[in-house]
């Protein structure tokens, strides 16, 4: 089974970035990363093919958030620009868009 370790989370007041790191023990095709605010459920957050060129992203976080990949380090990032309190979750990647085979997370928090 495919091991996911997340990173890069922190606090950060709004408008600030940030960039979450994904580092996968093997290549996996399709990655996602899915997020899970305070007494919320899981949410799909953006996606990317294993050849960096197709991705997609939730209409809360597109023109914000960037995908990308680096085969050679079996990583996937997401580049957080604009952030808001109410992106303010813990952060997962995951082998599918439900958030299944995920790591162990990473808390991003966006307050002043």
């Known amino acids: 089974q495919v091991q996911l370790a997340e990173s890069g989370g922190g606090l950060v007041q709004p408008g600030g970035s940030l960039r979450l790191s994904c580092a996968a023990s093997?290549?996996?095709?399709?990655m996602y990363w899915v997020r899970q605010a305070p007494g919320k459920g899981l949410e799909w957050v953006s996606s990317?093919?294993?050849?960096?060129?197709?991705?997609d992203y939730a209409d809360s976080v597109k023109g914000r958030f960037t995908i990308s990949r680096d085969n050679n380090l079996n990583t996937v990032y997401l580049q957080m620009n604009s952030l808001k309190p109410e992106d303010t979750a813990v952060y997962y990647c995951a082998t599918d868009y439900l958030g299944g085979g995920r790591g162990q997370g990473t808390q991003v928090t966006v307050s002043s």
């Open positions: 093997e290549f996996v095709f399709w």
């Open positions: 990317i093919d294993g050849g960096g060129v197709d991705t």
